[in-house]
Every structure is written in structure tokens, then in C-alpha cells.
């Protein structure tokens, strides 16, 4: 059983959940990392080793599952969570009348019916825990619809609204809920393709995954809301409210997934 701080990750095998963990373990914290893929888990316990960390599939889309993974990891940490990171999640780019109807659903069913189960199952263990934070990762696409990624894009809205409503309720019992929106961040959910056409500088410049876990450490210290990464997207929001039109179009000339680029 043990005294340390404790954090539950999902989508910890994955880019910016593995870069969490391994801060995490840097920072002396107790980790249960959790992920859909069995073999990328098995490599990141080869590489974390399993002092203070414990690993185990789950689907976060499986309420039931989530429970499983929630009560044995509590069995550790005398029911103590003091972050829930939600951070697993996938993505398709295309048209969204070209994309199959199945993958609409898919990518609905993990980001953001899986977070709710996630909050939903956790919240007596941050209920338990003082001053514990509920974090997931929206998206700077949760700041204005994008074009290509459709269902992703309001996925990640619907983070971005649910975050903003239980931190109001979770605030009587101590918990705060926050979320982080990044840019485009370096992980196997970027293509190739699209990196090496991504410019050098500004808020679409490619930001290492280590940067979102620093900004993990940083929120459990801070009562902010929205974590923007890189910070200069906190301006292309307001942008949005002043003109979604003309936003728009320049997101069309100049976005990451711009279908004229
Ligand atoms: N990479 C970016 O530029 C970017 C930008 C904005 C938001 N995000 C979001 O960041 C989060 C992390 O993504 P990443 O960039 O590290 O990508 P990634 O693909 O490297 O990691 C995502 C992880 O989620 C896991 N996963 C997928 N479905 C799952 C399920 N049903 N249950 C449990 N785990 C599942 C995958 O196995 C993978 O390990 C996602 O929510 C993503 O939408 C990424």
C-alpha cells in the first residue's frame, strides 16, 4: 500500500500518456498506467519497470472495465486518486461523409463517453482524496469546429463543456477539473505527412509530448481551468468569439489539417 501521490492514466502507452508517466515516476508519484494496446503497455513496463507503477488493459469505453482497473488500483493507494488523467483518445481524418459511419461512432464512444466513464467511475476516489484533480485532454480543435475532423473536433468540444461544468460541481468536495488543449503535439497520432508539413514556428509548430506532461505537473499546482499548449492558442479562442467567420477562413488557409494546404 502505499503513502505516495497518485495518478491514474489512460491512453498511457500512447504519446503524451507515456511522457506523463515517465515524468511522473521522475517525480517520485505512484502510477497506474492504462491503455487499450497490450503490447505497447508491455514495452512501457520494460522501459518504466514496475517500482510504484502498475500497468493493466482497459477500454476505457467498457464502464465496467474502468471500475475493474479503478478498484484495483485503489487497493494500492488506500482509495486515494489524487489525478485522473483522461487522456486516451483516437482520431480519423477525411471528409466527414467520406468516413464510415462505424468510425464516427468509435471516435465518439473513446473520447468522450470513455472520459465520462472514466470521471464517472473515479469521482468517490476524488471525492476521497484532498485538493485531487480531474484532468483530460481536449484539443485546440475543442476551441473552433476543424474541417477533416468533424466528429473529432465536437468530441473534443464536449470535453471541453464537461470539463468546464464538473469543475463547477466537483468544487464541493475538494476536486478540481481542469483539461489541456493542445496544438499539434509529436506522437504516433500525427502522421508522418502531416508533420513534415507543419511550419517551424506559431501555433501550429510541432511541440514535443513532454511539454503536455510538464503542463500535467503544472495544473495539479494551479487552479486553471484550460491549459493551452502552446499558451498562444488561449488567442485563436478569442479570435473565435470576435469572428468565427474570419477565423475560419484563416484556419482554412493556414490550419494544420487545412483541406486547401
Ligand atoms: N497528438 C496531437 O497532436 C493531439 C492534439 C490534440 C489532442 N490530442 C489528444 O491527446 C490524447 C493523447 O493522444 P496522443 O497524441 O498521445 O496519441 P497516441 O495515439 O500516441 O495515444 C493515444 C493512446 O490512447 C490509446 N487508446 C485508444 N483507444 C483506447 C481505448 N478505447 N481505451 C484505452 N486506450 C485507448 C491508444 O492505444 C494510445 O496508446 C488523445 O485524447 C488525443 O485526442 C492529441
Not at 470513455?114 to 485538493?131: F, R
Request: hydrophobic fraction near 35%.
Amino acid at each position: 500500500m502505499t503513502e505516495l501521490k497518485t495518478i491514474f492514466i489512460t491512453g498511457a502507452a500512447g504519446g503524451m500518456g507515456s511522457s506523463t508517466a515517465k515524468l511522473f515516476k521522475e517525480k517520485g508519484w505512484f502510477i497506474g498506467c492504462y491503455d487499450i494496446n497490450k503490447g505497447n503497455l508491455e514495452n512501457l513496463e520494460k522501459e518504466l519497470g514496475n517500482n510504484n507503477i502498475i500497468y493493466g488493459q482497459l477500454d476505457v469505453t467498457d464502464k465496467g472495465q474502468f471500475e475493474e482497473c479503478l478498484n484495483s488500483f485503489s487497493l494500492k493507494t488506500k482509495n486515494k486518486l489524487d489525478i485522473l488523467f483522461n487522456n486516451a483518445g483516437i482520431t480519423e481524418g477525411g471528409f466527414f461523409e467520406e468516413i464510415p459511419y462505424q468510425n464516427h461512432i468509435n471516435i465518439i464512444n473513446i473520447n468522450i463517453i470513455g472520459v465520462i466513464n472514466g470521471i464517472y467511475s473515479a469521482s468517490k476516489l476524488l471525492k476521497n482524496t484532498p485538493n485531487s484533480l480531474c484532468i483530460s485532454t481536449s484539443s485546440s480543435s475543442g476551441i473552433m469546429g476543424m474541417e477533416m475532423i468533424a466528429t473529432y473536433s465536437a468530441t473534443k468540444h464536449a470535453v471541453k463543456g464537461l470539463t468546464e461544468s464538473l469543475s463547477a460541481e466537483f468544487s464541493r468536495f475538494d476536486t478540481r477539473v481542469s483539461d489541456i488543449l493542445p496544438g499539434v503535439i509529436d506522437t504516433p497520432m500525427i502522421s508522418n505527412e502531416i508533420k513534415s508539413n507543419l511550419p517551424k514556428d506559431g501555433i501550429w509548430r510541432l511541440i514535443s509530448s513532454s511539454e503536455i506532461a510538464n503542463t500535467v505537473w503544472e495544473s495539479y499546482h494551479s487552479n486553471k481551468i484550460h491549459w493551452y499548449v502552446p499558451r498562444e492558442l488561449e488567442a485563436l479562442e478569442k479570435q473565435v468569439a470576435e469572428s468565427p467567420e474570419k477565423t475560419m477562413e484563416k484556419l482554412k488557409k493556414s490550419g494544420p489539417l487545412s483541406s486547401d494546404s
